[in-house]
Antibody, heavy 117, light 109 residues
Framework: EVPLVESGGGLVKPGGSLRLSCVASGFPFSHAWMNWVRQAPGKGLEWVGRIKNGGTTDFAAPVKGRFTISREDSKSTVSLQMNSLKSEDTAVYYC???????????WGQGTLVTVSS | ETVLTQSPGTLSLSPGERATLSCRASQSVSSNYLAWYQQKPGQAPRLLIYGASSRATGIPDRFSGSGSGTDFTLTISRLEPEDFAVYYCQQYGSSPLFTFGPGTKVDIK
């Protein structure tokens, strides 16, 4: 098991910002490729973005230019900075460890972000 | 963009029955980079199958995956009470990097 613990979710107004964090343990974090996946209430899963070891990032089209991902290997932490939030960003956000063959092998418990006035 | 379609949307079965879930991709999935996940209410998804047919660690052998190219199948040979959940397929490697299907709900008949 690979414990992943997210934090930072909450209620934010449209146009606002929020920063989510995920602390990992039980594996060599500096080598890990970490992802964020979200799930709107009652809806399916949507990939948000990824950070590779070394810091290269990729993002889904709906969040590109608004969200950034960073990592601090010394603290086994990955963060998702969300700016210019919209109501459609309301979702549970999961921190996910990507296995070497590309599947999402381990998931955190998720943190809820609600964008509403 | 690779779009995944899952069918049926809902599958109503009884414990002990066989479940067959379909996932179809709009274009060929490279190197069979196709995974299946199970999600129960209030829980995070759990990886079941990767590489189209390899079971993840700790997954019972009643779960099996098959297929290639654009057509993939998840089979649950005999449904246990804990298997009633939503199942998602996912492709990885094509643009966008990762996409999920809309899910198939397996519920108790």
């Amino acid at each position: 098991e690979v414990p992943l613990v997210e934090s930072g979710g909450g209620l934010v107004k449209p146009g606002g910002s929020l920063r989510l964090s995920c602390v990992a343990s039980g594996f060599p974090f500096s080598h890990a490729w970490m992802n964020w996946v979200r799930q709107a209430p009652g809806k399916g899963l949507e990939w948000v973005g990824r950070i590779k070891n070394g810091g290269t990032t990729d993002f889904a089209a709906p969040v590109k230019g608004r969200f950034t991902i960073s990592r601090e290997d010394s603290k086994s932490t990955v963060s998702l900075q969300m700016n210019s939030l919209k109501s459609e960003d309301t979702a549970v956000y999961y921190c996910v460890w990507e296995a070497p063959e590309g599947s999402f092998a381990h998931w955190g418990q998720g943190t809820l972000v609600t964008v509403s006035s | 963009e690779t779009v995944l379609t899952q069918s049926p949307g809902t599958l109503s079965l009884s414990p002990g029955e066989r479940a067959t879930l379909s996932c179809r991709a709009s274009q060929s999935v490279s190197s069979n980079y196709l995974a299946w996940y199970q999600q129960k209410p209030g829980q995070a998804p759990r990886l079941l199958i990767y590489g189209a047919s390899s079971r993840a660690t700790g997954i019972p052998d009643r779960f099996s995956g098959s297929g290639s190219g654009t057509d993939f199948t998840l089979t649950i040979s005999r449904l246990e009470p804990e298997d009633f959940a939503v199942y998602y397929c996912q492709q990885y490697g094509s643009s966008p990097l990762f996409t999920f299907g809309p899910g198939t709900k397996v519920d108790i008949k």
